[in-house]
């Protein structure tokens, strides 16, 4: 059973920046897709970016696109979000998810349905 544990969230003005860390139990290989989720309260959980083992696919939301890069270090087992020029609009929990299926396959919805998810790790950005 795959365990992902997300840090690196807090309170930051507009315009600054975060770097999220999500952990996994197990070695990367394991799973082959690792996205990064977010969700306001009463809002839907909202899909922000996804990469592959490689790093050769990536997919971003329009909204973070030019301002957050996922990365991972499969050595470490660990993936990772870096958010730059933060907005008022970016402030939500959010939630790393890994599966072991293809980035295509679930890139047809959007990389909703992962089966692995953290805990999340709320971020707040002040205006």
């Known amino acids: 059973q795959v365990q992902l544990v997300e840090s690196g969230g807090g309170l930051v003005q507009a315009g600054g920046s975060l770097r999220l860390s999500c952990a996994a139990s197990?070695?990367?290989?394991?799973?082959?897709?690792m996205g990064w989720f977010r969700q306001t309260p009463g809002k839907e959980r909202e899909f922000v970016a996804a990469?592959?083992?490689?790093?050769?696919?990536?997919n971003y939301a329009d909204s973070v696109k030019g301002r957050f890069t996922i990365s991972r270090n499969n050595a470490k087992n660990t993936a990772y979000l870096q958010m730059n020029s933060l907005k008022p609009e970016d402030t939500a929990v959010y939630y790393c998810?890994?599966?072991?299926?293809?980035?295509?396959?679930?890139?047809?919805?959007?990389?909703?349905?992962?089966?692995?998810w953290g805990k999340g790790t709320l971020v707040t950005v002040s205006s």
């Open positions: 998810a890994a599966d072991w299926r293809s980035f295509s396959a679930l890139e047809e919805t959007l990389f909703h349905g992962m089966y692995y």
């Open positions: 197990e070695r990367t290989f394991s799973y082959n897709v």
């Open positions: 990469m592959d083992w490689s790093g050769d696919s990536t």
